[in-house]
């Protein structure tokens, strides 16, 4: 039976938990297995590696560190803004998700964490960023 390499494509159903057992992320219920060419960085690099050696019908759990998943929560990547920058039609709610312009001409996505009359925080660390991971895979097909 053929196994994943670097090159193929596969097609995975996955389960995404936090070490409590709660479910962040979930292919099953979509019912759309995730397709992944593997060795091209499609996917965050502890869940490629797992895919890696894997046989059509296997399934496996994996557990990894934040820095194989979306990295450590960096604190540069926090900022407070004063309201007043900010559009004013925006509505500032917290959990809230902005775009906003990097000041080199790059964008990036920062959820708003904390507002008050004057200051607006903004994080744009991935929401995973930090987390220690653990994945329920499935191995349906290697394309």
Do not use: W
Not at 82 to 110: C, H, M, T, Y
Request: glycine content about 10%.
């Amino acid at each position: 039976m053929a196994t994943a390499n670097a090159g193929d494509t596969v097609r995975v159903h996955y389960t995404g938990t936090f070490n409590n057992g709660e479910i962040f992320d979930t292919s099953v219920e979509r019912n759309e297995p995730l397709e992944v060419k593997l060795g091209e960085n499609q996917v965050i690099p502890g869940f490629e590696k797992a895919l890696l050696g894997m046989k059509t019908g296997e399934k496996k759990t994996i557990c990894f560190t934040a820095e194989e998943g979306y990295g450590p929560h960096r604190e540069d990547m926090v900022a407070q803004v004063e309201r007043s920058k900010l559009p004013e039609n925006i509505n500032l709610v917290v959990g809230q998700f902005l775009q906003v312009d990097r000041g080199d001409g790059q964008q990036l996505v920062a959820e708003i964490t904390h507002v008050t009359d004057d200051m607006v925080t903004l994080d744009a660390n991935h929401p995973l960023a930090g987390k220690d991971l653990q994945f329920e895979l499935e191995l349906l097909e290697i394309m």
